[in-house]
T-cell receptor
Framework: GQNIDQPTEMTATEGAIVQINCTYQ??????LFWYQQHAGEAPTFLSY??LDGLEEKGRFSSFLSRSKGYSYLLLKELQMKDSASYLC??????????WGAGTKLIIKP | SQTIHQWPATLVQPVGSPLSLECTVE??????LYWYRQAAGRGLQLLFY??????ISSEVPQNLSASRPQDRQFILSSKKLLLSDSGFYLC???????????FGEGSRLTVL
């Protein structure tokens, strides 16, 4: 079957750096997405990786290794507003999105 | 600019009652539209998607149905709600270079 694994919950300190990991086992691969979802709200798109390597967008970066079935989202200079769930999703060979359950990130002052 | 809206935002319905959630997209034509459900602690579950008017694909057999009466309108319905239908329902369309999804505001349904 198809599977996306990410930690259920992480805690970090304001101003620090945190890395959220995502491992996947899917039938084919056509890209990996990261979304941010604040409590009670809809997810919003953060990043997309289809080739190996690091994609940087301001304080957020996303890394992909297709051979390892692995990605991470790196958040720098953490702010209280970064407290949210972070969802990893993979597009499989049929271009269907497979979603992880999300990682709840708690930021402490 | 393109926007997507869904309503109502919150619903509390008794078991056995009907359901209608509506989603509209503005600023684009012939979008691919999706209905997802999100249960606590689980990944988003794709319920239905549509590539055009009257074209609906169902991913999960259940007592829900979807319709697309107009190009930019997508409706999720049920004739008789079950307790297990409770959840956070999200309408989405895909755009952008990567085909990323843009979501509506979400509709939280509680079935009592």
């Amino acid at each position: 079957g198809q599977n996306i694994d990410q930690p259920t919950e992480m805690t970090a300190t304001e101003g620090a750096i945190v890395q959220i990991n995502c491992t996947y086992q899917t039938s084919g691969f056509n890209g990996l997405f990261w979304y941010q979802q604040h409590a009670g709200e809809a997810p919003t798109f953060l990043s997309y990786n289809v080739l190996d390597g690091l994609e940087e967008k301001g304080r957020f970066s996303s890394f992909l290794s297709r051979s390892k079935g692995y990605s991470y989202l790196l958040l720098k200079e953490l702010q209280m507003k970064d407290s949210a769930s972070y969802l990893c999703a993979v597009k499989d060979s049929n271009y269907q999105l497979i979603w992880g359950a999300g990682t709840k990130l708690i930021i402490k002052p | 600019s393109q926007t997507i809206h869904q309503w109502p935002a919150t619903l509390v319905q008794p078991v056995g009652s009907p359901l209608s959630l509506e989603c509209t997209v503005e600023g684009t034509s012939n979008p691919n539209l999706y209905w997802y459900r999100q249960a606590a602690g689980r990944g988003l579950q794709l319920l239905f998607y549509s590539v055009g008017i009257g074209q609906i694909s169902s991913e999960v057999p259940q007592n829900l149905s979807a319709s697309r009466p107009q190009d930019r309108q997508f409706i999720l319905s049920s004739k008789k709600l079950l307790l297990s239908d409770s959840g956070f329902y999200l309408c989405a369309w895909n755009a952008g270079e990567a085909g990323e999804l843009f979501f509506g505001e979400g509709s939280r349904l509680t079935v009592l």
